[in-house]
């Protein structure tokens, strides 16, 4: 709905819900240089002076847009891939994708997938996958060799946090060995891994020789078309990414993508501080705030503390997990978090907190 600057439109609604309690609901609302300028009755409106007009949504209740304050642009990118969640859920172009309530039915939309590739050694990935719906039982790398022996496949866990990789995907990024010391390679009974990897050290390996490269997703123009697509569904007009590189090949795509005419969001992205040192996020966060434009808000940062609380590899205070796991797995050192918050702090940069 572009508008020449300074002019004022009225759009007709059946009914506007404006979810504010001191005037709840209104038939029109009053719009000048893309901004609301009040929401009531025709009559109440005439005061913002001469206006037009719009009856396209005579017909229509409206509501504000929503804000999503903790998404993921690479959601518009996994749906090229094996959604293998808990709950239904809807992809960019509408279809419902029915819940995968076990690790059985996991595995058989996974063999669905690896039945119509050709090349049996191509990788094969799927995500969304939350085992703490499944009680105490694990997945493991057996439960994917199910799937095939041969090709390397791994499962994203709905947190991010944690991969769960085949003895193929284990091998094809040196793993397979008895040698590991590492909390977030958890071993089985031959001390060798048991195919849950948790956290980045452990999972970037194998997610990269599977074809999946976060930073990629980052600068992903169709993946960021597809997320938009997903954001009308649930009426929403400002979403964030609230962990992302955001490398530098990504910027004039994010610039190019969200400058297009008619696309249909905000997007606000928090960069993730790996790789980086406190004072270099902060520069370079204030170097990308300076680029910022109406529908691309940059220049906040990520900090990953620690892991996943579904996954058992957050940090927790006494008593700990009620399961009994053990404690979590730091990210980032104490000290590099407190040097960062200082910085933030001293020049104006958000930092959210996992």
């Known amino acids: 709905m572009s508008q020449s600057a300074g002019r004022t439109v009225v759009y007709a609604a059946r009914r506007i819900h404006t979810m504010d309690p001191a005037r709840p609901q209104g038939t029109h609302v009053a719009v000048r240089d893309g901004r609301v300028l009040g929401v009531g009755t025709l009559e109440t409106l005439r005061g913002w002076g001469d206006f037009e007009i719009d009856d396209r949504f005579a017909a229509k209740v409206l509501l504000p847009g929503f804000v999503e304050g903790h998404s993921h642009v690479g959601e518009g990118t996994y749906w090229r891939y094996v959604y293998c969640g808990y709950f239904d859920r809807t992809d960019p172009d509408g279809r419902v994708w029915p819940g995968a309530r076990s690790i059985e039915a996991v595995v058989a939309r996974l063999r669905e997938s690896h039945e119509t590739l050709v090349d049996p050694k191509a990788p094969l990935f799927g995500w969304g996958l939350d085992p703490l719906f499944f009680g105490a039982r694990r997945m493991t790398r057996h439960d994917l060799d199910a799937v095939s022996p041969e090709r390397p496949i791994g499962v994203l866990h709905a947190s991010g946090h944690i991969t769960n990789a085949s003895t193929a995907a284990l091998a094809l990024a040196g793993y397979l060995r008895t040698d590991h010391d590492h909390p977030g390679i958890p071993l089985d009974d031959a001390r060798l891994p048991m195919g849950e990897l948790r956290g980045p050290e452990a999972m970037m390996p194998v997610l990269f020789r599977l074809g999946v490269d976060r930073a990629a997703m980052s600068g992903d123009e169709a993946g960021l078309r597809a997320f938009a697509k997903l954001a009308v569904r649930t009426g929403t007009t400002t979403a964030t990414d609230l962990a992302t590189p955001i ?108």
């Open 247 to 354: 490398p530098d090949d990504a910027i004039e795509s994010l610039l190019r993508v969200t400058g297009e005419d008619g696309f249909p969001l905000r997007f606000v992205p928090a960069m993730h501080v790996r790789g980086h040192t406190p004072q270099g996020a902060v520069e370079r966060a204030l170097g990308l705030k300076a680029r910022s434009t109406d529908r691309l808000r940059l220049g906040r940062i990520k900090a990953h503390a620690d892991g996943s609380i579904q996954g058992f590899t957050a940090r927790m205070r006494w008593p700990g997990y009620h399961n009994g796991a053990p404690q979590g797995l730091w990210y980032i050192e104490p000290e590099t978090l407190r040097a960062l918050f200082a910085l933030g702090l001293e020049h104006g940069i958000q930092i959210h907190t996992h």
